[in-house]
């Protein structure tokens, strides 16, 4: 257990839709982290944070946003899904950008 | 274009051998980390690296900065090793390798 708790562990959902994807890091770490691994793309980057505010962007579609809470808490909101977006999204979190990161356990997405 | 290069792709071994994976990357980077995904699908950090060389039981990572290369070695290889390893390099954001599919054979 990396002490990364994401939620839910598996969505299924229709194109065109909108989700929520939470995850609350480890205890004291304040980046947190968001990738998307899929089939065909492997793992990519898409976005990170650090004590509230943005760090760095990758690939992270326009109909993707994100923001991490007061509580250090974050959320993946992805909209207008299509099939393409289905993936298994992780959260990661670390101490500071420059530590180990710990992954959690991922979440399914499934569009249908 | 691919900022971070592994190889090889697959690679199988009888258990006790030793194995390398080798990781390139083109970008600048503060760091470059290995990570152990098995079946299943959970990630866990094996090794950050910036310079030189850590060792972790039987893993050993190492990075030479001015070749932009990085090697994870695995000495006395088992079963429970196997998995898919992934390099990933970063700097202003996270490139990560296509991942190295490891099976060891009793």
């Known amino acids: 257990d990396s002490g990364v708790t994401q939620t839910p562990k598996h969505l299924i959902t229709a194109t065109g839709q909108r989700v929520t994807l939470r995850c609350s890091p480890r205890?004291?770490?304040?980046?947190v982290y968001w990738y998307q691994q899929s089939l065909d793309q492997g793992l990519q980057f898409l976005i990170q944070?650090?004590?509230?505010?943005?760090?760095a962007k990758g690939n992270i579609l326009e109909r993707f946003s994100a923001q991490q809470f007061p509580d250090l808490h974050s959320e993946l909101n992805l909209s207008s899904l299509e099939l393409g977006d289905s993936a298994l999204y992780f959260c990661?979190?670390?101490?500071?950008?420059?530590?180990?990161?710990?992954f959690g356990e991922g979440s399914w997405l499934t569009v249908v | 274009k691919n900022e971070v290069e592994q190889s090889p792709q697959n690679l199988t071994a009888q258990e006790g051998e030793f194995i390398t994976i080798n990781c390139s990357y083109s970008?600048?980077?503060?760091?470059l980390h290995w990570l152990q995904q098995h079946p299943g699908g959970g990630i866990v950090s094996l090794f950050m690296?910036?310079?030189g060389k850590k060792k972790h039981g039987r893993l050993i990572a190492t990075i030479n900065i001015q070749e932009k290369h990085s090697s994870l070695h695995i000495t006395a290889s088992h079963p429970r090793d196997s998995a898919v390893y992934i390099c990933?390099?970063?700097?202003?954001?996270?490139?990560f390798g296509t991942g190295t599919s490891l099976t060891v054979i009793p």
């Open positions: 205890s004291g770490d304040l980046s």
């Open positions: 970008v600048g980077i503060s760091a």
């Open positions: 990933a390099a970063t700097g202003n954001q996270f490139y």
């Open positions: 944070y650090y004590n509230g505010e943005e760090r």
């Open positions: 690296l910036s310079s």
């Open positions: 990661a979190s670390s101490v500071d950008p420059g530590n180990t990161i710990y």
